[in-house]
């Protein structure tokens, strides 16, 4: 199947940093990508949407200004986690998707954020 | 109502015995479901996709689709112990902008030794 590679995988961070998080689709260029978010013992909550050089689209509640997402390329993505405090300590995983309703997510092995 | 329900369980089956996994969705007009795999602290794994109507099996695990019904279900035959995870269902359905894949909040999965 199709590989998605998450950088870094994990990351503690001071308060009122930000925290960049690479995703990459490594044998797939990929039409659509999209960023989650999952707190413990809960399910994945989708976040944004991002397609090859547009913007980004965020789900109702995401703070765009706080969760910077870029699709430059259609293999990379990057959501940019600025001044992050303790409460955006989750675990987010990427996914990357081929064009079409039709086809299935590929996910990234995820990346665990602490902030203390 | 939710998009996409599971029953959060936890779903408890001896081991060689068939897990039953059940996912009901709310857009009549859906046209692809997936099973997702997640192990504690990992991120998800697709174990199998469907589209039309029916049956579909791929080594011990069958999916099954009742659009009519809105339903989506996936049999594991042969339980074993390292199949207890949290399986999620997901449906894709058309957004503004194009589609979004819509996860139920999973189903946990124990399979005794």
């Known amino acids: 199947g199709a590989v998605v590679s998450q950088h870094p995988s994990w990351v503690i961070c001071k308060s009122g940093t930000s925290v960049k998080i690479e995703c990459r689709s490594l044998?797939?260029?990929?039409?659509?990508m999209f960023w989650y978010r999952q707190f413990p013992k809960q399910s994945l909550m989708l976040m944004a949407t991002?397609?090859?050089?547009?913007?980004?689209?965020?789900e109702q509640g995401v703070e765009k200004d706080k969760f910077l997402i870029n699709h430059a390329s259609l293999t990379l993505s990057t959501l940019t986690v600025t001044s992050a405090h303790p409460e955006d300590s989750s675990f987010y995983i990427c996914?990357?998707?081929?064009?079409?309703?039709?086809?299935?997510?590929?996910f990234g092995p995820g990346t665990r954020l602490t902030v203390l | 109502q939710k998009e996409v329900e599971q029953n959060s369980g936890p779903l408890s089956v001896p081991e060689g015995a068939i897990a039953s996994l059940n996912c009901t969705y709310s857009?009549?007009?859906?046209?692809?479901f997936f099973w997702y795999r997640q192990y504690s602290g990992k991120s998800p794994e697709l174990i199998m996709f469907i589209y039309s109507n029916g049956d579909k099996e791929d080594g011990r695990f069958t999916a099954q689709l009742n659009k009519a019904s809105q339903y989506v279900s996936l049999l594991i035959r042969d339980s074993q112990p390292s199949d207890s995870a949290t399986y999620l269902c997901?449906?894709?359905?058309?957004?503004?902008?194009?589609?979004?894949?819509?996860f139920g909040a999973g189903t946990r999965l124990f399979v005794k030794a």
């Open positions: 996914s990357a998707s081929l064009a079409g309703a039709r086809n299935e997510q590929f």
């Open positions: 997901a449906v894709n359905m058309y957004s503004t902008g194009g589609f979004k894949t819509i």
């Open positions: 857009d009549r007009g859906s046209q692809s």
């Open positions: 044998d797939f260029q990929a039409t659509t």
């Open positions: 991002s397609n090859e050089g547009s913007k980004a689209t965020y």
